[in-house]
T-cell receptor, first 113, second 113 residues
């Protein structure tokens, strides 16, 4: 069974702190990794993509990938109450010449003022 | 660009009724997807399409049908609705490349009573 695992949370952090969200995946052939943000009652919004080992930074967000450990993480610096949402990890899954995404169940982040 | 649009936003069906969920995108993406999201269960892939006339089953296709006659449109058909199909349905689209970034529509909330 090819899976993407995330801690369901909630992860509670105070405003201004660093929030660290983690994801592990089981399919070693996966090549592309994504973080989506989903506010309550809304659709998922792509916030970060990462394809190579190491760190990728975009504003307050940093995605980290370690393919050897099959581990992806998302760091949110200077967390704001507006960052409170569920964060979905998604992993590209090659499938007979095409590819689909497998999603984790998401981690709820709560940022308190 | 409107991006990915879905209609209707909300719908209540009686058991045994049928309906079509509409999805359209104006980004000239070849790939389109249908997901369902149940509380605490993450996103599950129902069907996907890699181009006009080409569709394939995802993880949970039973009870659904799709067609893709144009690049822009990807309707999802529910035949003989059952309470188990109560869910939020998301359509997504993406470019035909190895990266497989996907962009989501606003969703349709369906209740079957």
């Amino acid at each position: 069974q090819k899976e993407v695992e995330q801690n369901s949370g909630p992860l509670s952090v105070p405003e201004g702190a660093i929030a660290s969200l983690n994801c592990t995946y089981s399919d070693r052939v996966s090549q592309s990794f994504f973080w989506y943000r989903q506010y309550s009652g809304k659709s998922p919004e792509l916030i970060m993509s990462i394809y190579s080992n190491g760190d990728k930074e975009d504003g307050r967000f940093t995605a980290q990938l370690n393919k050897a450990s099959q581990y992806v993480s998302l760091l949110i610096r200077d967390s704001q109450p507006s960052d409170s949402a569920t964060y979905l990890c998604a992993v590209n899954r090659p499938n007979s010449g095409y590819s689909t995404l497998t999603f984790g169940k998401g981690t709820m982040l709560l940022v308190s003022p | 660009n409107a991006g990915v649009t879905q209609t209707p936003k909300f719908r209540i069906l009686k058991i045994g009724q049928s309906m079509t969920l509409q999805c359209a995108q104006d980004m000239n993406h070849n790939y389109m997807y249908w997901y369902r999201q149940d509380p605490g269960m993450g996103l599950k892939l129902i069907y996907y399409s890699v181009g006009a006339g080409i569709t394939d089953k995802g993880e949970v296709p039973n009870g659904y049908n799709v067609s893709r006659s144009t690049t822009e449109d990807f309707p999802l058909r529910l035949e003989l609705a059952a309470p188990s199909q109560t869910s939020v349905y998301f359509c997504a689209s993406g470019r035909a490349d190895y990266v497989n970034e996907q962009f989501f529509g606003p969703g349709t909330r369906l209740t079957v009573l």
